[in-house]
């Protein structure tokens, strides 16, 4: 069993940075590779960002050169490093942890508005 719980999402303006966090407990050493997701009002899911347990990232078209994720082991987190934050980007970001199953936290708002 996995847990994760998010953190740092809220209210910014157009053009502004968020830091989101992930922590993980329970069997950590089964977890491969761990993921940022988002869903937007009315949308499906879609990946964000995705980190392996050695360190490759992978993002989305519409995110990438903009937002950066990060793991720290030492603290069991993983980051997602948000800039130049635009409205389509206003969603519930979501963590994942991929271990023999999939693993989801509950989520935190990010809104982008002016």
């Known amino acids: 069993q996995v847990q994760l719980v998010e953190s740092g999402g809220g209210l910014v303006q157009p053009g502004g940075s968020l830091r989101l966090s992930c922590l993980a407990s329970?069997?950590?050493?089964?977890?491969?590779?761990m993921s940022w997701y988002r869903q937007g009002a009315g949308k499906p899911r879609e990946p964000v960002a995705v980190?392996?347990?050695?360190?490759?990232?992978s993002y989305s078209d519409s995110v990438k050169g903009r937002f950066t994720i990060s793991r720290d082991n030492a603290r069991n987190t993983v980051y997602l490093q948000m800039n130049s934050l635009k409205p389509e980007d206003t969603a519930v970001y979501y963590c994942?942890?991929?271990?023999?199953?999939?693993?989801w936290g509950q989520g935190t708002q990010v809104t982008v508005s002016a």
């Open positions: 329970g069997n950590m050493f089964s977890i491969y590779v």
């Open positions: 994942k942890a991929d271990a023999q199953e999939g693993y």
């Open positions: 980190i392996s347990r050695g360190g490759s990232t």
